[in-house]
């Protein structure tokens, strides 16, 4: 099975600041990565698939980026919509998994 | 508007069964393969299996955690994907959800709002 390793685990920022987070799967995934938000009592959203590409609808402070088996998810500008948790997602391979989670608060 | 809707969760005793179900609408449900995922309580998400569509033969595909126990089945006329439970146990517990898994299983596009399983004697 494919590892997906998900840093940090949790991050306090302002509103405003620049917020990366990153992923390393433990093998080349080819960009076979998705990126998906979820607030709090709700079910997970796709933000970014395909590694970099938007989900339609999602504001453009959201950005994926990454190449082999290292991945990042950027916000540009966080908003206090933004605050939740944030998953990455391998499908390279079955089983499919997740990263374990990222929660972003605000400072 | 696509919509999916899980019914079926509920409280179940160790090594019982449970039966969810869940309704899709606003999309062609017999073109796209439909997926579960779980999260048990303040975890993250795991995937817990697949069926995929008629051209390809409905066939499924599991987590190693639930194989064995859990079956997956859809019925296109119902626009409708299930998820058989069998032989529970306590670290069963969790909400699931069902999931378009569109463009062969690439993404997550939809998800519906999940059902809470609890296994607890």
């Known amino acids: 099975d494919i590892q997906v390793t998900q840093s940090p685990s949790s991050l306090s920022a302002s509103v405003g600041d620049r917020v990366t987070i990153t992923c390393q799967a433990s093998q080349d995934i080819t960009n076979c990565l998705n990126w998906y938000q979820q607030k709090s009592g709700k079910a997970p959203k796709l933000l970014i698939y395909d590694a970099s590409n938007l989900e339609t609808g999602v504001p453009s402070r959201f950005s994926g980026s990454g190449s082999g088996t290292d991945y990042t998810l950027t916000i540009s500008s966080l908003q206090p919509e933004d605050i939740a948790t944030y998953y990455c997602q391998q499908y390279e391979n079955l089983p499919l998994t997740f990263g374990g989670g990222t929660k972003v608060e605000l400072k | ?121």
Not at chain 2, 4 to 16: A, D, F, I
Not at chain 2, 58 to 79: E, N, P
């Open chain 2, 1 to 121: 508007e696509v919509q999916l809707v899980e019914s079926g969760g509920g409280l179940v005793q160790p090594g019982g069964s449970l039966r969810l179900s869940c309704a899709a609408s606003g999309f062609t449900f017999s073109d796209h393969y439909m997926d579960w995922v779980r999260q048990a309580p303040g975890k993250g998400l795991e995937w817990v299996g697949r069926v995929r569509n008629r051209p390809n033969s409905y066939t499924t595909q599991y987590a190693a955690s639930v194989r064995g126990r859990f079956t997956i089945s859809r019925d296109d006329s119902k626009t409708s994907v299930f998820l058989q439970m069998n032989s529970l146990k306590t670290e069963d517990t969790a909400v699931y959800y069902c999931v378009r898994a569109y463009s062969f299983g690439y993404r997550f596009d939809y998800w519906g709002p999940g059902s809470q399983v609890t296994v607890s004697s």
